[in-house]
Structure formats: structure tokens, C-alpha cells
């Protein structure tokens, strides 16, 4: 048996007769070692990138970039910066400058005006996409936050 590189207490294979437990542990470092094959990520943007698996809501603006208009789709977060943030979503977005309300720790909804810079299309069959914030501007949302 061999260990993964950078994770020395990890063999790449699967003893006989293992522990349920123990089982998955392993295939959990196995999912962990596709992702990160060296064990650690280097980290080659400016901005320090934090998980973000919650859903918010992408409102699109009128012609004047910051009135919200029109219908409020929900995406799935992916990752929050200080300076913008990435998603996932399963229909094309029409618009590129929307407002993202994403839930804060009092209660209430934060807007904040995205410029959609980049989009990627999923073998799964979603969308990945990302951008950066523009501004902080109030949130259309007007239903309570949990």
C-alpha cells in the first residue's frame, strides 16, 4: 500500500474488513485528495475566498444599472469575498449587472450591485459563475429572513 502525497496517514487502498467508520473516513480523503492533490491549495488571488453553500437571490436592474427590475431568481453561493463572489444556477441568467441580497447575521437582506463576469457550463448541467461587487445598495427582497 502507498499514502496520498501530503496526507501521509491516508493508503490509497482499501484494507479488507475495515471498520464502517474507518471506511468512510477514507473514501472522504479520497473525494478530499481529487480535490486537492497535494494536499493543500494555493491560494493565487488577491482576495481570501471563504465557502459560501447558501442560496441568495439575483435580482436584475433596469437600464439606469441599480433599480432592481424584474423577477428574482434563486442561486446556490459557492464562495464570498470581500470583493465579489461565485454561485451556481441551473437556467441562463439574461442579465449581466444584477443584485445579489445574500442573508446577514441581524436578520436582514444585503444588496449588493454584481457585475457577472464569468460563466462556466457544469457537466452536470448547471451553471458556475462568478463576479465582482460594484456597490452596496439596498435589497429588493422584501420577504423576512427566516
Avoid at 485528495?33 to 494536499?39: E, F, I, L, R, S
Avoid at 491549495?41 to 437571490?57: G, S
Avoid at 435580482?59 to 432592481?68: D, E, K, L, M, R
Avoid at 449588493?112 to 462556466?120: A, G
Wanted: glycine share 8%; net charge positive.
Amino acid at each position: 500500500m502507498s499514502t496520498v502525497v501530503g496526507f501521509p496517514h491516508l493508503e490509497t487502498t482499501r484494507e479488507p474488513n475495515a471498520p464502517g467508520d474507518e471506511l468512510v473516513r477514507r473514501q472522504v480523503w479520497g473525494v478530499l485528495t481529487a480535490m486537492y492533490p497535494q494536499g493543500r491549495v494555493v491560494e493565487r488571488r488577491l482576495d481570501q475566498r471563504y465557502p459560501y453553500p447558501h442560496f441568495f437571490y439575483l435580482t436584475p436592474v433596469a437600464a439606469n444599472g441599480i433599480s432592481p427590475e424584474g423577477e428574482s431568481t434563486v442561486v446556490v453561493g459557492k464562495t464570498l469575498s470581500e470583493r465579489g463572489l461565485a454561485f451556481f444556477y441551473q437556467q441562463p441568467l439574461a442579465h449581466r449587472r444584477m443584485i445579489a441580497s445574500l442573508e446577514t447575521s441581524e436578520l436582514r437582506w444585503a444588496g449588493f450591485l454584481i457585475d457577472i463576469t464569468w460563466c462556466r457550463f457544469t457537466q452536470y448541467g448547471w451553471y458556475d459563475s462568478g463576479g465582482r461587487f460594484v456597490q452596496a445598495v439596498p435589497s429588493p427582497i422584501e420577504r423576512p429572513v427566516r
